[in-house]
């Protein structure tokens, strides 16, 4: 095997973050159920509330939290409703990658790397709270495959079953006629939850939680914490009480600890108490000067009681970090898990979100891949490290937190993670690496005729669809019969609401081109969702100047899992005619990393087959194809299919090599007519 030098100390450059605190933050990742991104003040409701005589939603603690911090307004969900939305962000991949898509609630997420699993990776003691939904269903929800426990949290308090989260009284039932059954680890508690509203009772025993590990000074480390609300959801159920007067160690929400008493508002009437600011509000109905206001109908004054819950929670949960001198050594990332919904369980209380205008500039809801179905807000407070006030208008997405949050810690994000990391854009300090916004999901309803939303997004049949961000560009397909669909095209800086498609135009051919191409490239098949798409070719690409051979580098270290290379400092570096597995000395743990590109001779699908001593990933394009790392057993032979059009495709080969590890790499493929065979050199390019 000839092997050339290319260089023998070059340095990438490491995460420009990475000396940004000399001990790792703690990490509060609140996600919410159903919050628009016009729902939140800053956001988008307070410039409404000066439209006079328009009914408007406050939230002051976000907005301080926003002001202090940054509000990113261009972040994505990673799909327009709940269950795969929180697949992916837990999981770290797009819904191309990610094993929960479309409707399918309660299904288990897949034994692989989560934000728990690399943070314990970290160091990190780490917890859940509140809804869970992606556990497998089992009779018995203590035995369910993804259990929380069993995904990387130390610690689980909440409902782990999907359905459960659309009850906010756990044991009364309000609206289900049924308790529901609240875990604590693997245990149901529900017994002792009287009159406990779960945004109360999430908050309570997250508080009590972070307290708890505040005081247990021996452990020495930092935590993660997820806190996942089932509010302000189409239940629409109401707190017993005010929320408690001041916040933190002792104020707000309190953890009493009795059954039949567990929490401080675990008292009076349930499903009862309106916020002030709204019970008794009015707003100019017929838009008339002449006629008289008219009282908000309530089940609009339960959606901004409900919303207002959340924002006194957060701002309790801040003051705690302060009372424990926390704060300026912890992030917390607020964010939603979709759209707004225009459901409402209440009997003859139809909700819809054009009342507070939930879905802010955009046409679509949850369910939609529009803007509005899929622009959550999101804001990211970190004093000291974040600057306050900033506003991030950089496209990103929910799985990108996985990078991020490991790039906080101080370690590799797993190379199967389809995120990058937002800290440059966050902290403004480095440059921020392209991402990818890419979406699939299916419904079988149709887009809501708001008068709102533009004559094109009314009453619109969505079926399959998708939708990737280039820039400033989106593509959205809707009702999706085949890959040669045209993409709408919309520049949603300028037009966000998706009114002028762009995709006539000249000189959106290529623009046209390249979104078809990417979504192919970024995505695989998934037999349980299947697509219109999934057989079609992915397109190679034009490689000028092609030399024969492959480039190797060599990042030495003791990775916990295959990782990605943005952050590594590279040791070696070089060209060989093929990927093999003994470069570089085998007496130390290192990285193997291959790049170049693999010829398919003609169109059709392609098997590939890996073996490896080591955790190794194989991407080809963007699709992950080989994923050989969390679980990773020696000498596993992982095989796995894609369509290629003939031509040049580029790769990436990833293994995480022990200096236990016994060199071995058989790598083959299988094509449209040719038998299972070693990839010869001769298919092997770089430029």
């Given at each position: ?278 019970a008794n509000a009015t707003y100019d109905d017929d838009a008339n000067p002449l006629t008289p206001e008219v009282g908000w109908p ?390």
């Open positions: 095997m000839k092997i050339i030098s290319l260089a023998t100390s070059v340095l990438l450059f490491a995460c420009a973050n990475r000396t940004i605190a000399q001990e790792k933050p703690n990490i509060i990742l609140i996600f919410t159920d159903d919050l628009g991104y016009g729902d939140v003040g800053r956001f988008f409701q307070n410039q409404r509330a000066k439209e006079k005589g328009l009914p408007a939603v406050y939230t002051p603690r976000l907005d301080l939290l926003a002001m202090q911090g940054a509000q990113l307004t261009n972040q994505y969900c990673a799909a327009p409703v709940c269950a795969p939305s929180r697949g992916s962000l837990l999981s770290g991949r797009s819904q191309g990658h990610a094993n929960v898509r479309d409707n399918q609630f309660d299904k288990a997420l897949d034994d692989n790397h989560t934000l728990a699993t690399v943070l314990k990776g970290a160091g990190y003691t780490t917890a859940a709270f509140g809804k869970w939904g992606v556990q497998g269903e089992t009779e018995d929800a203590s035995q369910c495959p993804a259990h929380p426990n069993k995904r990387g949290f130390d610690y689980y308090y909440g409902y782990i079953r999907h359905s459960d989260g659309h009850e906010h009284y756990p044991k009364e039932g309000v609206y289900s006629k049924s308790p529901k059954e609240v875990y604590e680890n693997y245990t149901n508690v529900v017994a002792g939850l009287d009159k406990c509203y779960t945004a109360d009772l999430w908050t309570a025993a997250a508080k009590k939680w972070i307290i708890e590990q505040n005081h247990n000074k021996a452990q020495n480390k930092p935590f993660f914490v997820y806190l996942a609300y089932d509010t302000p959801h189409a239940v629409l159920e109401l707190p017993t009480q005010p929320y408690p007067k001041g916040g933190g160690l002792n104020g707000g929400i309190q953890w009493i600890g009795k059954p039949g008493r567990m929490i401080n508002t675990a008292s009076g009437i349930v499903d009862s108490w309106v916020h002030p600011d709204y309530e089940v609009f004054k339960r959606f901004a009681t409900d919303t207002r819950r959340i924002d006194d929670a957060v701002g309790d949960i801040v003051q705690l970090l302060k009372d424990l001198n926390i704060d300026k050594n912890t992030m917390i990332v607020f964010a939603s898990d979709n759209g707004p919904s225009k459901e409402s369980y209440l009997s003859g209380k139809p909700y819809s979100p054009t009342f507070f205008k939930s879905y802010g500039p955009f046409d679509g809801i949850k369910r939609d891949c529009l803007e509005g179905g899929v622009r959550v807000p999101v804001i990211a407070w970190w004093p000291g490290k974040i600057p306050g006030g900033r506003v991030v208008e950089t496209p990103s997405v929910s799985y990108d937190w996985m990078a991020t949050f490991a790039d906080m810690a101080g370690i590799p994000s797993p190379a199967l993670s389809d995120g990058t990391s937002l800290l440059p854009s966050l902290t403004g300090q480095g440059v921020q690496k392209d991402g990818l916004v890419y979406i699939e999901y299916f419904n079988g309803e149709i887009t809501p005729k708001y008068s709102d939303f533009t004559k094109e997004h009314k009453g619109r049949k969505r079926n399959q669809m998708q939708m990737i961000r280039l820039g400033d560009l989106v593509g959205v397909r809707y009702d999706i019969k085949s890959q040669d669909d045209h993409f709408e095209i919309y520049n949603v800086v300028n037009d966000p609401q998706e009114a002028n498609n762009l995709s006539s135009l000249p000189e959106m051919a290529l623009v046209q081109q390249k979104m078809k191409a990417k979504v192919l490239q970024s995505r695989r098949p998934d037999e349980s969702a299947p697509r219109p798409y999934d057989n079609a070719l992915i397109p190679a690409v034009d490689v000028a100047n092609p030399v024969r051979g492959v480039e190797w580098r060599i990042y030495t270290g003791d990775f916990p899992w295959v990782p990605e290379i943005g952050s590594l400092q590279l040791s070696k570096s070089g060209f060989s005619e093929r990927p093999i597995s003994d470069i570089g000395s085998l007496k130390e743990n290192k990285l193997l990393y291959y790049t170049g590109y693999i010829q398919a001779p003609k169109d059709g699908e392609y098997r590939f087959s890996l073996v490896s001593g080591s955790g190794t990933i194989l991407r080809i394009h963007d699709c992950l194809v080989i994923d050989e790392d969390f679980g990773y057993q020696k000498g596993d032979n992982r095989c796995s299919t894609i369509m290629l059009k003939a031509g040049m495709h580029p790769f990436r080969l990833y293994i995480n090599q022990k200096s236990t590890d016994k060199a071995m790499l058989d790598f083959k493929w299988q094509g449209p007519d040719f038998g299972e065979q070693i990839i010869s050199d001769e298919s092997y390019f770089h430029n």
